[in-house]
């Protein structure tokens, strides 16, 4: 019996990536991979861009890797798939490196160089790709059927870390679009829609704060985190939705904690992870009683006006890189393959 099943990590990073489970970092691979995630920045009429990534071999016996790279994409709901070579910014037909097949001894250090090349007539925007690091020694795991037999399952691993070439894409564009609070499933929900109209994909850690209106001053009573331990990723000229429990007891995921009837406000506060450290706010009034809560809507206003200058709290970092973001998991039928990657 074989089967295949592919997880994607999201690091970002990917870092873009990407991205199942639980998020991990690429050294688990037995091997570490520095840079987690690879940016190459064009400029004016400059054709060929390079850069390069170190791959250490964390084992105590010797470990043969392959290294290719593939396109993807990620869905409203952060997914990441991967797409054909045709797609318009994909970097796997514009991608050259070295070396693509190579064994490293116990702590020996591998440099694999990479070249971009854009003709000018490629659109400004951004390009991406995922380098994955495939080791072609395969570990066999047995696995106990229900039938009483045995199969022996061969899983072969490999990491990945997102590429993006910039060409004349200096900048991203993230608004809210739009924001509400509604009951599911017995819990008060966050319903949230990121718009990125730039040229280049957004970063951004976020945190809500609930209050409740007590004698026309409002109390905070709950922070929360949008995405633990990952940035939020919204790629350019696409949209990203979100669904946040509010009301989710921090120790135990499956409970929700009671609040009283009453005025409460949502306010979202969005980091985005640029030179300027802007936060991108939004507030969400909402009211709970006895009976289901009733749906508040707000639609976001101008998002220029909604700046300001504050600090939250960085993400928690694992071996030097703050774990990035996304989650797919693809089921096929060839032999088992096990794949981790950064967005």
Not at 122 to 133: H, K, N, Q, T, V
Not at 258 to 278: E, H, R
Request: glycine residues 6%.
């Amino acid at each position: 019996m074989s089967s295949f099943v592919t997880r994607f990590c999201s690091a970002v990073a990917v870092t873009a990536v990407l991205l199942a489970s639980l998020c991990v970092p690429v050294a688990q691979a037995n091997y570490s991979i520095d840079p987690l995630r690879v940016e190459i920045n064009f400029k004016g009429k400059r054709r060929v861009a390079t850069s390069s990534v170190k791959v250490t071999n964390l084992e105590e016996t010797p470990i043969r890797l392959r290294a290719y790279v593939e396109d993807w994409n990620l869905d409203e709901l952060g997914g990441l798939t991967l797409v054909g070579t045709d797609d318009t910014w994909g970097v796997s037909k514009r991608v050259r490196f070295n070396p693509k097949e190579f064994e490293l001894q116990p702590e020996q250090v591998q440099v694999v160089r990479l070249a971009v090349s854009l003709p000018p007539t490629a659109p400004d925007g951004e390009y991406r790709g995922m380098l994955f690091f495939e080791n072609l020694k395969s570990a066999q795991q047995r696995m106990a059927l229900s039938n009483g037999y045995g199969a022996t399952v061969e899983i072969k691993q490999r990491y990945g870390i997102a590429v993006y070439a910039f060409k004349n894409a200096d900048n991203s564009n993230p608004t809210i679009t739009t924001a509400s609070v509604a009951p599911e499933n017995n819990k008060t929900v966050l319903e949230l829609t990121l718009q990125n109209d730039g040229k280049r994909h957004t970063r951004m850690l976020g945190t809500v704060v609930i209050s409740k209106k007590e004698g026309g001053q409002l109390q905070p009573i709950s922070e929360v985190k949008l995405q633990d331990l990952k940035d939020i990723v919204v790629l350019p000229g696409q949209a990203r939705k979100l669904s946040v429990p509010l009301n989710q007891s921090p120790t135990n995921s499956m409970e929700t904690v009671d609040w009283a009837p009453g005025d409460y406000v949502a306010t979202i506060s969005l980091k985005l992870k640029n030179n300027q450290g802007d936060i991108l706010e939004q507030v969400v009034p909402f009211s709970l009683s006895a009976s289901p809560l009733a749906k508040a809507t707000i639609e976001a206003a101008d998002p220029t006006a909604a700046l300001a200058q504050e600090e939250l709290v960085a993400p928690p970092v694992v071996d030097g890189a703050a774990v990035d973001n996304a989650e797919e998991t693809l089921a096929t039928d060839n032999p088992a393959t096990e794949t981790s990657a950064t967005e």
